[in-house]
């Protein structure tokens, strides 16, 4: 279950114009966290990312389920019906939640190693067309905000000067 911190930061990035993605983004972050300091575990990076994007559509991240084809339709249809528990909000049954919550223990933490998260983030990126990434860097410059785009570009400089 999600904490109220990153509820609370969820929502603050819906303030600040930022994407679902970016929301949910505070949900996986969570999971991570979780994951590393050994609460339970995970069989790999793309589940314990996959846990942290249920939790968000669940506290009502408004995150469209996967393109047809991308993933199993079981994936689909679970990522719907979680989009659609966000909106009549009952409890699960603390007998289910139990029993996740044992499954997930007998899992191995290095799914949230930064190994294991490089190596999916990589596959992930391969994935995107040129595009597609090239949309995404101009959203995030549009929402960055003048302090923090400033600190990219002086990043960014100390990034060339030091490849030359």
Do not use: F, M, W
């Given at each position: 279950m999600p904490t109220k911190g990153t509820?609370?930061?969820a929502r603050r990035d819906k303030r600040q114009g930022k994407s679902a993605n970016t929301q949910a983004g505070e949900f996986v972050h969570d999971e991570?966290?979780?994951?590393?300091?050994?609460?339970?575990?995970?069989?790999?990076?793309k589940q314990a990312i996959a846990?942290?994007?249920?939790?968000?559509?669940?506290?009502?991240?408004?995150?469209?389920?996967?393109k047809k084809g991308k993933?199993?339709?079981?994936?689909?249809?679970q990522?719907?019906?979680?989009?659609?528990k966000a909106e009549e909000h009952t409890p699960v049954s603390a007998t289910r939640s139990r029993a996740r919550v044992r499954a997930l223990k007998r899992e191995s933490t290095s799914a949230a190693s930064p190994?294991?998260?490089?190596?999916?983030?990589h596959s992930a990126a391969r994935r995107?067309?040129?595009a597609d990434r090239s949309a995404a860097a101009k959203k995030a410059a549009r929402t960055k905000g003048p302090r923090t785009r400033s600190a990219a570009a002086r990043k960014a400089a100390r990034t060339r000067a030091a490849k030359s």
């Open positions: 509820i609370k930061r991570i966290k979780r994951i590393r300091k050994g609460e339970h575990g995970a069989r790999n990076a846990i942290g994007l249920s939790e968000a559509r669940r506290a009502g991240v408004k995150l469209p389920p996967p993933v199993s339709e079981k994936t689909r249809r990522a719907a019906r979680d989009t659609k190994n294991a998260l490089s190596k999916q983030a995107r067309t040129a």
